[in-house]
């Protein structure tokens, strides 16, 4: 696992990458104890949507079977207004296991779903108790209605639970193991690839050869390496921004007695990746990238249809400016730009950074490059779902920091893609933005960069955008 981009003798760039990095050959399917592995993230999701359905129906189906129990022997009722108190606390409680573990031991979480219930039973008639509106409750009410409630509740998730075990076959998670030049034994179960060792130099991996790695886990929940001692750091390196959770085999932990390390096929591991925001954050950022950006997109309309006028007018070719860069779990895509340079001299590979009074751009391009309305296209990249409105920005594959590739300056770099790149991000609020002339450009950037997905929150995702509206109009955007 190291380089590819290798130096000429003139000090320049190879136009090649290593051949074995990109070549079939470098992670190849292993045939023998290998199975189909599919993508298991859809149907768990289809899962928690049932069972987030069928905990609101056995609710309030039990609040009304108990309702009924207790009217029919003459005893005071309680009013719907107490399971419109309990069933959003309960499913407050509820919506954080809404996991994995949930589905494989479905038992356990049963239970706990019922505790959940019981829980939100006593903290609705303690905040009853505090405004002073204990008395309407009835004591026997109450119960009756939790016991048929938390019945039905256990009814419905043992129903799901056996489902489940059917359709997941006990393992909810899609799972892969990475041999590189060792030999263990193969469990069943999940995707098996072997990697083909690659002995140089340097340390960086390029962008191209991630992106085929990328393609290894597309589908994969957990990536498990087995790989000798001297070659764990790069691994470690690597998967940090693979938006996987990573383990690495380390059998020596074993003989140490470590506390808190996991197992693997019966062999010691550490966690070396999280794997990014989890799902439940993934969702509320989804949803909050989609409020803004539909009626963005309609609202700016009028706009898209204005400056592609000017730019056809303005000069030859392509209103848009298509250019691959490094996404989510170093995956490449296609990120679109209003063109701002002249046709002929648009810099595909981002090599050379926009320099001010640069003969490449136009004039329509010089004046949407200042005002960032060039980068409206990108709304178009959050629909699709490549980007976020906020995030690390993507780069180019051949940006260069000084006389370096991105990617080549610190070995960190790759770790900023756990997550979605962004419109804006915290590097840009800060004023880290335009052309990168030194080594020092790039590593401010990366920082915060780091900072963000480390600790992402959604309200420092809503001070950034606010504090966007304060940069937009920046004297490094030229």
């Not at 690659?198 to 589908?219: C, F, M, N, W, Y």
């Not at 779902?385 to 960190?412: N, T």
Request: charged share 20%; net charge positive; aromatic share 8%.
């Amino acid at each position: 696992m190291t380089q590819l981009a290798r130096r000429d003798e003139t000090g320049g760039h190879a136009s090649t990458m290593s051949e074995i990095l990109l070549s079939q050959e470098w992670l190849r399917p292993v045939e023998a104890g290998t199975t189909a592995i599919e993508d298991k993230r859809t149907l768990r999701l289809r899962f928690y949507f049932v069972l987030f359905i069928c905990d609101v129906l056995s609710l309030t189906t039990g609040f009304a079977v108990g309702r009924g129990i207790v009217e029919a022997r003459g005893y005071p009722v309680e009013s719907f207004s107490l399971l419109a108190a309990i069933v959003p606390i309960y499913l407050l409680l509820a919506t954080r296991t809404f996991n994995a573990n949930t589905l494989e031991r479905w038992r356990s979480a049963t239970w706990i779903a019922c505790a959940n219930l019981l829980t939100a039973f006593f903290v609705t008639i303690f905040v009853a108790f505090l405004l002073k509106e204990i008395s309407p409750i009835s004591r026997l009410s109450a119960v009756i209605t939790f016991l048929c409630s938390a019945a039905l509740l256990l009814l419905c998730r043992s129903m799901i639970g056996v489902w489940s075990d059917r359709v997941f076959c006990g393992s909810a998670l899609s799972r892969m193991l990475i041999l590189d030049g060792v030999n263990i034994p193969l469990p069943e179960g999940l995707k098996i690839v072997s990697s083909e060792p690659v002995e140089t130099s340097q340390s960086s991996i390029h962008p191209l050869a991630l992106d085929r790695l990328a393609r290894q886990l597309k589908g994969i929940d957990e990536v498990f390496i087995a790989c000798p001692p001297d070659r764990r750091s790069d691994w470690s390196s690597v998967l940090k921004g693979s938006s996987v959770k990573a383990e690495i085999l380390i059998p020596e932990l074993d003989m140490i007695g470590v506390i808190g390390n996991k197992h693997f096929a019966g062999i010691a591991t550490v966690l070396v990746s999280a794997g990014g925001l989890q799902l439940r954050d993934r969702i509320v950022k989804r949803i909050l990238d989609l409020t803004l950006v539909v009626p963005a997109v309609l609202f700016l309309v009028p706009l898209f249809v204005l400056v592609a006028v000017l730019i056809k007018l303005d000069s030859n070719g392509p209103v848009f400016f298509v250019q691959n860069r490094v996404g989510e779990g170093n995956h490449m895509f296609s990120m679109f730009k209003f063109r701002s340079m002249r046709a002929s001299l648009s810099d595909s590979d981002g090599n050379v950074s926009t320099a001010r009074d640069d003969a490449r751009v136009t004039r329509i391009g010089k004046f949407i490059r200042s005002t960032s309305i060039d980068e409206l296209p990108q709304l178009f990249n959050i629909l699709r779902g490549d980007m976020s409105f906020v995030g690390p920005r993507p780069h180019a594959i051949g940006s260069l920091a000084g006389d370096q590739l991105f990617w080549e300056v610190d070995r960190r770099y790759h770790h900023r893609h756990v997550c979605k790149p962004g419109l804006t991000g915290l590097a840009q609020v800060r004023g880290f933005r335009g052309a990168t002339h030194r080594r020092e450009d790039l590593v401010n950037r990366l920082d915060a960069d780091l900072e963000y997905v480390n600790g992402w929150s959604l309200m420092r995702d809503m001070m950034i955008l606010l504090a966007t509206l304060k940069v937009v109009v920046h004297r490094n955007a030229f």
